[in-house]
DNA sequence: TGTACATCAGTGAACGCGCGTTCACTGATGTAC
DNA sequence: TGTACATCAGTGAACGCGCGTTCACTGATGTAC
C-alpha cells in the first residue's frame, strides 16, 4: 500500500482522475463531438494537468473509447429490466427517457458513429448482442441474405433517426406515443416484405 | 476584357481554379469527412497554392457549402428524369445507380451532415423540396402532428441507412432487389399507424 | 522583327495559434529522529 | 511534540508540428517602340 496523501492513496486519487477525464470525455463528445476530443480540451473541462491525461490513456482513441462504454454502461443500465421481461415497448420507454434526460448519451451512441470509424467499430462490435436481447423472437432468417440486411438496415436506421429527433425534442413531449410509434416500426419493418418479390407477410403482434 | 495569358483570360483561369477546388473538395470530403476539409489539404490534393483558395472562397465553410451543392447537383441530375415521370421506383433506382457509381456523394449528402451542423443546415435547406417532388403525393397531414413527423423521421432514417449501406456494398448487388425494397419500406412506413392509436390504415398502392 | 519594359501569375516563406507530448521544477505532505 | 528531510503530487513551460492567413518576391507573359 503506497503512502497516503491528503487521505487518499495515490491509486485512489489515480482512478477519481481516470473517472473525471471519463465523465468530461462524456461532456465534450456528447456536447461537440468526437471532434473536439483533444487531450488538452479535456483535461481543461475536468481542470486537470495534460500530465494526467497520460497517467490513464495512451491517447484520445483510448478515451474514446472509455467514453463509448460509458455512455453504453448507461443505456444497458436503463433498458436493462425492460430487456429482461422482454417487453420491447418498455425498452424503448426507458430508452426514451434516459436520452431525453441526458442527450450526450444519444449524440455518442447514435449521432457520432455514422460520421466517425473508430465509434462505428465500437458500435459493430457492441449493439447486435444488445439488439438481439432487445428484439428477441423478433428476428428472423439468415444475416447473409440481403433481403434480411435491407430489413434491418431499414429498422435499425428508422430506430435511430426516431430517438435522434426524439432527443431534439422535435417529435413533441409524449414518451407513450413515441414508444408505441417505436414498436409499431419494429412490426411494420420486420414484417416480411422480402426483397426476391415473394413477400410472405409474417405479421408480429404489436405488443401493448 | 482583360490581359489573356497562355490563351485564357485571368476569369477563365480563376474559375477553372474555382472548379478544381470543389472537385478535390469533392474528393476529400467524399472519402476523408468534414474534418479533413482544410484549407492546406485541398490546395494540396488540387496542386494549387494555397492564395488560389482565398481567390475564391473566404473560408473553409464556404467551400463546403459548394462542395454540398455539387453533390447534391450530380443526385439532383441523376434523379431528375425519374423524378418527372413521378416512379419512385426509378427515383430510387437512379439514386443507387449513383451512389455505386460515385460513393462519394453519398457521404457527403447523407452520412457526413448527420454529426456536422453546416452541412446538416444545407440539408434541411434542400431536402425537403426534393423529397416532396420525389415523395409526391404519398405525403398526407400536417408538418406540425407529431405523428406525421415520427413517421417522417421514421421514412428517412430508414432510407438514409438503406443508401449508406448498399453504398457501401453489404446489401449485395441486385439493384432491382434494392430499389424494390425501398419502395416497399415507403408504403410500410407511411402507412397509417398514427401515434394517437387511431392507426386509420390508408395502404397506398405500390407502384411498378 | 527585335528588344526593353511593364504587368501580372504564381510560389513559398512568414506569422501567430493550438495541438500532442514531454519534462524540469515547485511546493505540499508524510516520516524519522 | 517539534523540526529537518525525503518523497511525491501537481504545475506549467517547452518542443516540434500543422493549421489558417498574409504577403514579399520571382519569373513568365504580353506590349510598346
Redo the contacts with the bound molecule.
Sequence with gaps: M??????QT?ED?TAD?RARLIDFGVEVVGTQGVSA?????VCRAAG???????ESFA??DVLLHAVYRAALARLEEAVAPAVASGDLYAVFEAAARLMEADPRICRILLVEPVADARLRGYVRETIPAIATAALGDRIVGSPDDPGVRMRFSALFGAIISLFVEWTEGSLGTDRDAFATHLTAVVTQLMSGVSSDGTGRPQQLAHRR
Excluded: H, I, N, P
Design positions: 503506497s503512502r497516503r496523501y491528503s487521505g495515490a486519487r482522475r476530443l483533444g487531450v488538452r480540451s486537470l494537468s495534460q500530465k494526467f491525461f497520460y491517447d484520445t
